[in-house]
Nanobody, 115 residues
């Protein structure tokens, strides 16, 4: 499995979680990395992405100022730090690696924000 997510769970509104995505089987440092999410009954949404070198990031408007994305190419891992979580952040979060026609996905990790 090229990508394995971890770090999801149940958290109260206003809380924080840090998701991790560990890569294997490909040259991680060449790939742009993204986090997507899919909530029940909704389409998949791009949450954040980071360039291969880690010098460019992009965030969905719904998470700007609350989420940060980072990567450690030496550990072949990308992170999503989620702060001030809201109920509408409840979704399954997926890691994606993309380079030209190569496209890898993880199995996802569930994030539930509820009191």
């Amino acid at each position: 499995v090229p990508l394995v997510e971890s770090g999801g769970g149940l958290v109260q509104p206003g809380g924080s979680l840090r998701l991790s995505c560990a890569a294997s089987g490909f040259t991680f440092s060449y790939y742009d990395m993204s986090w997507y999410r899919r909530a029940p009954g909704k389409e998949r949404e791009l949450v954040a992405n980071i360039s291969s070198a880690g010098d460019t990031t992009h965030f969905a408007d719904s998470v700007k100022g609350r989420f940060t994305i980072s990567r450690d190419n030496s550990k072949k891992t990308v992170y999503l730090q989620m702060n001030n979580l809201k109920s509408e952040d409840t979704a399954k979060y997926y890691c994606n690696a993309r380079l030209l026609w190569n496209d890898f996905w993880g199995q996802g990790t569930q994030v539930t924000v509820s009191s």
